[in-house]
């Protein structure tokens, strides 16, 4: 009932509980094998296929979606097999992924917090590749408290997630559609009790990890998709 796209009960014992609805681990999603495949296709793409940013770089695969919708690229078949699976599992509602960006972090490296927005399904699902991360979520700023002291972003972090290499996780609802996400560029993590997967990802509180090159793939379903001949033929 809570759930309008119905995700298959196996999911349901993934769920990671000590976190607001709705966030899935499924940890060794994929093999040692198709991890190295994975990222063999993925530093195999030529240069030109790479947006260096300042802080990552990444892989834009399917399309670039838009606001009024995406014009569709096919998917290559390195890539369409885990659409496929995750979709399999019910994560789209039925639908089949078709949107991937891959990104490329050095220790060291991250992402600003940010929403992914409206244009995809209201589903994320990330493969990570070759290292963990620790993913922080932090509550937006409220039309209320802009008018007070402004919210620093420490006072508005609420908790993180490990993600390690094979894993998958799946993210919807709160904490995709209300929370904002990041990843600090760091070069180690303490994994303390703010991490809500801890027992799921098999680490022990207060352990330190030290953080390698990770690439995540994450993939999900853009619902408007233009035809490139209909964009063609107008103004
Ligand atoms: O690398 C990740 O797991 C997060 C990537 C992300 O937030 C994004 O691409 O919007
Ligand atoms: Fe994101």
């Excluded at 993925?42 to 990444?58: D, E, F, G, I």
């Excluded at 979606?65 to 699976?85: A, T, V």
């Excluded at 927005?117 to 589903?123: E, F, N």
Aim: hydrophobic share 35%; aromatic share 8%.
């Amino acid at each position: 009932m809570e759930h309008p796209c119905s995700i298959f009960e196996d999911l349901e014992r993934y769920v990671v509980k000590d976190a607001p609805p709705t966030v899935y681990y499924i940890p060794d999603f994929i093999t040692e094998d198709e991890e190295s495949q994975l990222l063999q296709q993925v530093y195999k793409a030529p240069k030109t296929k790479w947006t260096q940013l300042s802080n990552r770089r990444l892989q834009n695969w399917g399309g670039l979606p838009r606001p009024k919708g995406m014009l569709g690229e096919k998917l290559p078949d390195w890539l369409l097999k885990y659409c496929e699976r995750i979709s399999a599992l019910g994560a789209f509602a039925g639908k089949t992924a078709n949107h991937v960006l891959v990104n490329e972090y050095k220790p060291g490296e991250g992402i600003m917090p940010h929403e992914d927005g409206p244009l995809y399904h209201p589903t994320v699902t990330t493969i990570s590749l070759g290292s963990h991360t620790l993913l922080d979520f932090y509550r937006p700023i409220s039309a209320q408290e802009l008018d007070e002291v402004p919210q620093t972003e420490e006072s508005r972090y609420l908790l993180s997630l490990l993600v390690r290499p094979r894993s998958l996780l799946i993210l919807q609802d709160d904490m995709y559609q209300r929370l904002l996400h990041g990843i600090q560029g760091t070069h180690h993590d303490s994994l303390t009790e703010r991490v809500a997967n801890l027992l799921a990802a098999g680490v022990q509180p207060g352990a330190t990890l030290t953080r390698g090159t990770r690439v995540s793939l994450t993939v999900r379903h853009v619902p408007i998709v233009m035809k490139a001949n209909l964009l063609l033929g107008r103004k």
